[in-house]
Structures are given as C-alpha cells and as structure tokens.
C-alpha cells in the first residue's frame, strides 16, 4: 500500500512540475513574461503545457488501476495543473490582445 501512495505522489509531483512531457523541456507559465514573447512563442507555451498535462492525464487512468489513493492524488495534480494554465492565460491576455495575436488558448 506504502508503495502506491509513494507512486501516486511521485506521479503528483511529475505532472505538477511539467516533467512528464516527450522530450521538451517542461513548461513553467509562472514564470514567463508574456510582453517579451512573440504571438508564436506564447501560442507554444501553452500548446506545450497543455499537452504535457494531457500526456500525465492519459497516465493518470494506469495509475487508477494500481491504487484509488494514488488516483486521487493524481487527480488532484491535474487540478492544480489546469489551475494554473488558466491563470496564465489570464495574465497574457493583455500581452496577446495588445500584439493583435490570432490565438485561442
């Protein structure tokens, strides 16, 4: 049981840190200034992020099978995941409508 708590928090802390992607280096929104970037930076930074969360999401599903708890905090990694892609999205808004970018994040 120890060890499918200890998976599932492992697990946790790979999606939440942007290290389950496939072979990029992980995406931090927090930390990016969005009035630097071009509309084409921007646009993959968030492709990028949203597509590492759907890639520990896809994962997720297996490690419900090993143990509920570990689902669980799995789950709880993702919301936090999508927590703060939307809060991302909200501080670049200004940046992508003040550049006229064509994106829809």
Do not use: H, R, W
Request: aromatic content about 6%.
């Amino acid at each position: 049981m120890k060890k499918t708590v200890l998976l599932g928090a492992a697990f946790s802390v790979s999606i939440l840190s942007g290290c389950m992607s496939t072979g990029e280096d992980s995406v931090n929104l927090a930390n990016m200034d969005f009035n630097t970037l071009s509309c084409e930076q921007i646009d993959k930074a968030f492709k990028d992020y949203k597509s590492n969360v759907d890639s520990a999401d896809n994962l997720s599903s297996l490690v419900g099978v090993v143990s509920s708890s570990a689902a669980s905090a799995a789950n709880s990694a993702k919301s936090t995941a999508m927590t703060a892609y939307y809060t991302a999205k909200e501080a670049a808004q200004p940046a992508i409508k003040a550049k006229g970018c064509k994106i829809y994040i």
